[in-house]
């Protein structure tokens, strides 16, 4: 299990399906009371709702209903929450409790980072830098080539029926407010034209979800949808409108992006 030093704590760092989840309780082990500090973390109304976000954009069987439930009692003072009543209540996968030889509370690298702020914004910046300095010696051990990722974007579509597959379709304005059911589905549908619970019953027989079995050129299609949407949020539109943007973004993306020359004008401008 690899481990970052920050301001002379050893913290564990932890991988859950391919994502990096970064120990809680290592960042407050020599702190006073440091595992109540936890428990005071997540019964702040802030960090339900913080918490909340995260899971309806990233997990496609967060149960928000349940979640809507959790937020109303969040902040009064009969209101308490620990790690495995939250996991269990909402189903959610980016904050877990484990228990064995590494055990202790594990939180997804952007809760981590949200939670080392309620630790010290000094102990949070050492953090990310030491974070990302491990990432960086990583690639260098894997001998991360940056021209076959680039190869992978530039992936050709070769013939019409495979592209036409790969090019979302152009939603039916009429259908928009009846075919989503979280935020995560927003950019399924607007990418994939299917939500993540469609795509499993279509696939039953198969390990995964329908981001897994994306490739590069809907990766990076789908990480600019995701910015996309999160401004689409904070202007106030609402989702219909969201998901009608999207979708125009994505089918114009993944045209530019299934090119012939697209991969060739990177890497030859990536050697320039």
């Known amino acids: 299990m690899p481990k970052i030093e920050v301001d002379g704590k050893a913290i564990s760092i932890l ?40 899971e309806e954009i990233y997990n496609p069987d967060f149960n928000s209903i349940e979640f809507e439930g959790i937020k109303k009692e969040a902040g009064l003072n009969r209101f308490t929450m620990s790690v495995r ?79 036409r597959n790969l090019i979302p379709p152009l939603l039916d304005v009429k259908t928009i407010p009846f075919i989503y059911a979280s935020e995560a589905d927003v950019l399924n549908i607007a990418l994939f034209g299917m939500t993540a619970k469609e795509w499993r019953d279509h696939n039953p027989e198969t390990d995964g979800n329908i981001r897994d079995f994306a490739n590069a050129s809907q990766l990076v299609c789908l990480a600019n949808l995701e910015v996309l949407n999160a401004h689409f949020i904070e202007a106030g539109l609402p989702k219909e409108e969201r998901l009608q943007l999207l979708n125009q973004s994505a089918i114009s993306q993944m045209q530019i992006l299934t090119m012939e020359d697209t991969g060739n004008k990177l890497l030859k401008h990536n050697n320039q």
């Not at 109540?36 to 918490?51: K, M, Q, S």
């Open 15 to 54: 991988s859950i399906n391919k994502k990096d989840y970064i120990s809680l309780t290592d960042m407050v082990k020599d702190l006073e009371n440091g595992l109540v500090l936890i428990g005071n973390w997540l019964r702040n109304r802030n960090t339900i709702e913080f918490l909340g976000i995260w």
């Open 85 to 163: 009543q939250w996991v269990e209540r909402v189903n959610a996968c980016g904050i877990i409790a484990k228990a064995g030889r590494y055990g202790g509370t594990y939180a997804h690298k952007d809760i981590a980072f949200e939670f080392a702020s309620w630790v010290s914004p000094h102990f949070k910046l050492y953090l990310i830098k030491e974070f990302q300095r491990l990432k960086d010696e990583e690639q260098k051990q894997l001998g991360w080539d940056i021209k076959r990722n680039l190869t992978k974007i530039n992936y050709r579509i070769h013939t019409d029926a495979i592209q």
